[in-house]
């Protein structure tokens, strides 16, 4: 039997619920596109994804699903003794590739839609209806003949009905793409799950489109995984080829995306379990973003940012290593701070309070996120800081500390005298904290 105790103990549940609520609350309303490909579909651990998705649609998430169906079209090929003919990238679908195709397609949602069905598994939504919705959303043309190959059934998307995949979505229901499209005199084409995803996220203006992939992941030189990476940065990989050439497709497709009007782009390991929700409800998430806007900034603070400076600095405050400081305070002090934003949450701050009849001025409050300490973050708010007093006319800058003296005399700051401060801040002086003066010629 659970305890009190252990309920108290669980903390880590608590702090994940905390900083998901944002999130929870932010893409009520939202439409995401994910994509996958029939290799997660054929994993062990696809009915934990189809559970996860389920429950995107119970937090009110419009949700539409691009599923892919290679193995199952392989293995059905193998079953007849055929295979799938691939030149210069593009496969060939004939006539016998072509019923595969059908089959694997049309199984494939038949299982994703039986999954649905059985709503949030061992949770109060167990059974719950969740509709699920498909069709002929997908207009495609031929791809033709290109070099004298004949790519037969192969085709690529003309149009999405977006007037009709809202339709449903207003409906309450979760959207089903297979990777089929139909031509306006009947035909059916063989469509790639990435291209149908993109193209369906574009003509919906979706908030997210999220690729769980079957890449490992969008790596640097250093082998460390890219978090996020704006257009301009995700471009220059492409350039470089440094990573497969899986990777570097859904990194094409994540840029057209972004270029034509998707907010957020994710790149996510579908190997991980729970990562899907791990992407989209933790600050940092476990996949590459790609993003046309500013993901994190330094700016200028507002009255707004008041509660999150608070969060911030009320640990620290109590710890001893900061100043008190009321919400009252905070709020007649805005205008000196400057804080770090990350995507939509601050995790950084300081502050400047300028002497300009001595051009000196104070450097206080600067704090970091304990996520992000070590990062350098917090030589980025002080450069900024620093360019900021010199913009304003102002020499030096000193700070006040009782726990960062050591990181202050490493970026420059020498030791200096009560008796060096403006007159205004010795009178203020807290004899009780004893903090020591550094100063910095800027």
């Given at each position: 039997?659970?305890?009190?105790?252990?309920?108290?103990?669980?903390?880590?549940?608590?702090?994940?619920?905390?900083q998901?609520?944002?999130?929870?609350?932010?893409?009520?309303?939202?439409?995401?596109?994910?994509?996958?490909?029939?290799?997660?579909?054929?994993?062990?651990?696809?009915?934990?994804?189809?559970?996860d998705?389920?429950l995107?649609?119970?937090?009110?998430?419009?949700t539409?699903?691009?599923?892919?169906?290679?193995?199952?079209?392989?293995?059905r090929?193998?079953?007849r003794?055929?295979?799938?003919?691939?030149?210069?990238?593009?496969?060939?679908?004939?006539?016998?590739?072509?019923?595969?195709?059908?089959?694997?397609?049309?199984?494939?949602?038949?299982e994703?839609?039986?999954?649905?069905?059985?709503?949030?598994?061992?949770?109060?939504?167990?059974?719950?209806?969740i509709?699920?919705?498909?069709?002929?959303?997908?207009?495609?043309?031929?791809?033709?003949?290109?070099?004298?190959?004949?790519?037969?059934?192969?085709?690529?998307?003309?149009?999405?009905?977006?007037?009709?995949?809202?339709?449903?979505?207003?409906?309450?229901?979760?959207?089903?793409?297979?990777?089929?499209?139909?031509?306006?005199?009947?035909?059916?084409f063989?469509?790639?799950?990435?291209?149908?995803?993109?193209?369906?996220?574009?003509?919906?203006?979706a908030?997210?489109?999220?690729?769980?992939?079957?890449?490992?992941?969008?790596?640097?030189?250093?082998?460390?995984?890219?978090?996020?990476?704006?257009?301009?940065?995700a471009?220059?990989?492409?350039?470089?080829?440094?990573?497969?050439?899986?990777?570097?497709?859904?990194?094409?497709?994540?840029?057209?995306?972004?270029?034509?009007?998707?907010?957020?782009?994710?790149?996510?390991?579908?190997?991980?379990?729970?990562?899907?929700?791990?992407?989209?409800?933790?600050?940092?998430?476990?996949?590459?973003?790609?993003?046309a806007?500013?993901?994190?900034?330094?700016?200028?603070?507002?009255?707004?940012?008041?509660?999150?400076?608070?969060?911030?600095?009320?640990?620290?405050?109590?710890?001893?290593?900061?100043?008190?400081?009321?919400?009252?305070?905070?709020?007649?002090e805005?205008?000196?701070?400057?804080?770090a934003?990350?995507?939509?949450?601050?995790?950084?701050?300081?502050?400047?309070?300028?002497?300009?009849?001595?051009?000196?001025?104070?450097?206080?409050?600067?704090?970091?996120?304990?996520?992000?300490?070590?990062?350098?973050?917090?030589?980025?708010?002080?450069?900024?800081?620093?360019k900021?007093?010199?913009?304003?006319?102002?020499?030096?800058?000193?700070?006040?500390?009782?726990?960062?003296?050591?990181?202050?005399?490493?970026?420059?700051?020498?030791?200096?005298?009560?008796?060096?401060?403006?007159?205004?801040?010795?009178?203020?002086?807290?004899?009780?904290?004893?903090?020591?003066?550094f100063?910095?010629?800027?």
């Amino acid at each position: 039997m659970t305890t009190i105790d252990e309920f108290k103990s669980d903390t880590p549940f608590v702090s994940w619920f905390r900083q998901s609520a944002p999130y929870i609350h932010a893409f009520r309303g939202c439409t995401f596109v994910i994509a996958f490909d029939g290799a997660a579909v054929a994993s062990s651990e696809f009915p934990s994804l189809i559970h996860d998705i389920a429950l995107l649609n119970s937090l009110d998430i419009r949700t539409v699903l691009v599923h892919g169906a290679r193995p199952q079209i392989e293995t059905r090929l193998a079953e007849r003794g055929a295979t799938l003919e691939y030149i210069n990238g593009l496969r060939i679908t004939n006539d016998e590739a072509l019923i595969c195709v059908k089959e694997a397609a049309g199984s494939v949602r038949v299982e994703i839609e039986a999954l649905l069905s059985m709503g949030v598994a061992n949770s109060p939504m167990s059974g719950a209806r969740i509709r699920v919705a498909s069709g002929n959303f997908v207009a495609a043309k031929p791809v033709g003949v290109r070099g004298g190959i004949d790519y037969c059934h192969t085709g690529e998307v003309r149009r999405i009905d977006a007037d009709g995949i809202r339709q449903r979505l207003d409906d309450d229901a979760i959207v089903l793409l297979s990777p089929l499209g139909y031509s306006p005199t009947g035909e059916i084409f063989n469509l790639t799950t990435n291209e149908i995803a993109t193209a369906a996220a574009i003509a919906l203006k979706a908030d997210k489109l999220l690729f769980l992939t079957e890449a490992e992941g969008i790596y640097d030189l250093g082998q460390q995984l890219l978090r996020e990476l704006s257009i301009e940065a995700a471009q220059q990989l492409l350039t470089r080829h440094q990573s497969s050439e899986l990777e570097l497709q859904y990194l094409r497709h994540a840029i057209h995306a972004c270029q034509q009007g998707v907010k957020r782009t994710h790149l996510i390991d579908r190997s991980v379990d729970g990562g899907l929700l791990q992407e989209l409800f933790t600050r940092d998430g476990i996949g590459t973003l790609i993003t046309a806007g500013i993901y994190e900034k330094i700016r200028l603070a507002t009255i707004d940012d008041v509660g999150g400076i608070f969060e911030l600095i009320e640990p620290l405050e109590n710890e001893g290593v900061l100043v008190r400081r009321s919400r009252e305070q905070l709020e007649l002090e805005i205008g000196n701070f400057t804080v770090a934003e990350r995507d939509g949450t601050i995790i950084g701050c300081a502050a400047l309070y300028p002497f300009k009849s001595d051009r000196i001025g104070e450097l206080a409050c600067l704090a970091i996120h304990p996520t992000y300490r070590n990062t350098g973050r917090g030589d980025e708010l002080l450069a900024t800081l620093e360019k900021h007093a010199k913009q304003s006319g102002i020499d030096r800058l000193f700070i006040l500390t009782t726990h960062t003296s050591q990181w202050f005399q490493e970026r420059g700051y020498e030791p200096a005298t009560l008796e060096s401060l403006p007159m205004e801040k010795q009178v203020l002086y807290n004899y009780q904290r004893k903090s020591k003066a550094f100063i910095k010629t800027l």
